[in-house]
T-cell receptor, first 115, second 114 residues
Framework: KAGVTQTPRYLIKTRGQQVTLSCSPISGHRSVSWYQQTPGQGLQFLFEYFSETQRNKGNFPGRFSGRQFSNSRSEMNVSTLELGDSALYLC??????????????FGPGTRLTVL | GDSVTQMEGPVTLSEEAFLTINCTYTATGYPSLFWYVQYPGEGLQLLLKATKADDKGSNKGFEATYRKETTSFHLEKGSVQVSDSAVYFCALSNNAGNNRKLIWGLGTSLAVNP
């Protein structure tokens, strides 16, 4: 069974640009969560999608958005990039909503560098 | 709000040494507690979990006991190996209300020398 895949693995952008990251969950998983990982702030929850609906949202500005498609694949978009958006963006999938008592499976992440 | 505090790293040990990584939490209600591990260049993997007080999670020689009285979930291993070198994250999830997201500690880097 293939794991969670994220594309691209690395991205370099400049301030003001926008970026779209993609995540394909494990087959059969319907919940996808996104996290931002930085050395100073650790892992911070961005949002969770289940059945194409955003179910939960972290404390990030509106520049961060996402969506989920009918095949459970998810994308996140960051507009008007800032230097502080440089981070490893992790996607996690789980069988059911919430991913709390249900194990979350993480992808390798997309390393975004904003210059 | 809910929070997780981990001991700061890096932690450097020799092979076969005893490992403890401290984790304490603040949460309302009865959260579930997790330890995740991130090996170099890889995503996070669930190492172990405990869903109620006094539960002990264990995997690959690692153990952690959910202590509600001390709000702690310390990770231990009796004899570490070089292959255990990684970053370890403590996390909680709290089903109180609609807050179902995972709350993470900042991670503790472990380096095991041969």
């Amino acid at each position: 069974k293939a794991g969670v895949t994220q594309t691209p693995r690395y991205l370099i952008k400049t301030r003001g640009q926008q970026v779209t990251l993609s995540c394909s969950p494990i087959s059969g998983h319907r919940s996808v969560s996104w996290y931002q990982q930085t050395p100073g702030q650790g892992l911070q929850f961005l949002f969770e999608y289940f059945s194409e609906t955003q179910r939960n949202k972290g404390n990030f500005p509106g520049r961060f958005s996402g969506r989920q498609f009918s095949n459970s694949r998810s994308e996140m978009n960051v507009s008007t990039l800032e230097l502080g958006d440089s981070a490893l963006y992790l996607c996690a999938s789980s069988l059911v909503e919430g991913g709390t008592n249900n194990e979350q499976f993480f992808g390798p992440g997309t390393r975004l560098t904003v210059l | 709000g809910d929070s997780v505090t981990q001991m700061e790293g890096p932690v450097t040990l020799s092979e076969e040494a005893f490992l403890t990584i401290n984790c304490t939490y603040t949460a309302t209600g009865y959260p579930s507690l997790f330890w995740y591990v991130q090996y170099p260049g890889e995503g996070l993997q669930l190492l172990l979990k405990a869903t109620k007080a006094d539960d002990k999670g264990s995997n690959k020689g690692f153990e952690a006991t959910y202590r509600k009285e001390t709000t702690s979930f310390h990770l231990e291993k009796g004899s570490v190996q070089v292959s255990d070198s990684a970053v370890y994250f403590c996390a909680l999830s709290n089903n109180a209300g609609n807050n179902r997201k995972l709350i993470w500690g900042l991670g503790t880097s472990l380096a095991v020398n041969p």
